[in-house]
């Protein structure tokens, strides 16, 4: 049996991944909170994207191949089935989404709900953590131990009904981040049981190449599509409207609406900063002080 080792770089790799999952989850939560607030189809179907992107693909999967980065396996070189390592990301993409979208776009919050999309969600993160691994090309045959399988699924299962109860209730930022820490626990959790469930036998040291991209060929592709989505993600949060200002908006509207409605009378304004006409002072024979039209400078001896 060939020697695995899990942390290959030591705590860079788990550190990162946490670090991604975290992120992941932040945005997420808070693409759900944007997601209940919203009024129209279209905006749902927005925000729904971005949180099972955010999920799916940025919490768990990209978390999925940082940590990957620190697998080693004595004797061996590992390369990837390039095919197979994007199925894995679709499959968790989708999957999030799915579970997402049972879970939050019914009318009122539902247990039954809830389970249902965390169950199916839970076993699409499951299943892109097993088709990431099937993607692995080495030396030697590769077996899992069914207890750590299970105990993996039953991980992944629970830590998508809980991010889904989540998605529904957390509002307040405080709460989204502690939910966030909660959940890269859990993501993590999930994948080093299941890469603890994986064995590798047979002659490691056997001479010849093995297909595939390595892992730092995929780095760079990877690690673009991550940063840009988050930025992305992060300046659609931080440009679309809250709540709150929709509020402000509506009020101005009404205020705008009241005064074309009710215009005020004009006042009239005193010529060159004295009181109106109306109100000067008349002269004899009620003519004003300055006399009429016809008042010359020679009038004033």
């Known amino acids: 049996m060939a020697q695995i080792h899990h942390f290959e770089y030591g705590a860079l790799t788990p550190t990162v991944s946490y670090i991604l999952s975290v992120l992941g989850s932040l ?3 808070t693409s759900a909170v944007r997601l209940r607030s919203s009024k129209t189809r279209g905006e749902r179907f927005w925000w729904l994207t971005l949180a099972a992107v955010a999920i799916g693909a940025t919490a768990i999967w990209s978390m999925h191949f940082v940590a990957m980065l620190g697998f080693d396996v004595e004797g061996t070189p590992i390369r990837y089935d390039i095919g197979l390592t994007v199925a894995s990301a679709l499959i968790a993409l989708v999957s999030v989404g799915v579970g997402l979208a049972i879970a939050l776009l019914g009318r009122t919050a539902s247990k039954g709900r809830i389970l249902i999309g965390g169950v199916l969600a839970g076993l699409g993160v499951a299943a892109m953590h097993y088709c990431g691994m099937a993607a692995m090309e080495l030396r030697g045959e590769i077996h899992y131990a069914g207890r750590e399988v299970g105990l993996s699924i039953a991980i992944a299962v629970i830590a998508a009904t809980v991010a889904l109860y989540l998605a529904i209730t957390v509002t307040k930022p405080i709460a989204i981040f502690i939910s966030a820490l909660v959940m890269g626990i859990a993501v993590n959790g999930m994948h080093f049981t299941g890469m603890l469930a994986m064995s590798v036998t047979g002659e490691p040291n056997t001479f010849g190449s093995v297909e595939g991209a390595t892992a730092a060929g995929l780095l760079v592709p990877v690690g673009a599509a991550v940063v840009f989505a988050i930025i992305g993600m992060g300046y659609a949060l931080v440009s679309a409207p809250t709540e709150e200002d929709r509020e402000a908006i509506a009020y101005l509207a009404q205020r705008m609406e009241d005064r ?32 009429d039209a016809s008042w010359t400078y020679r009038d004033r001896s």
């Open 27 to 29: 945005l997420g939560l």
């Open 260 to 291: 074309l409605a009710n215009p005020q009378p004009p006042v009239q304004q005193a010529q060159f900063g004295g009181p109106p006409a109306s109100q000067q002072p008349q002269g004899r024979a009620g003519r004003s002080t300055l006399g």
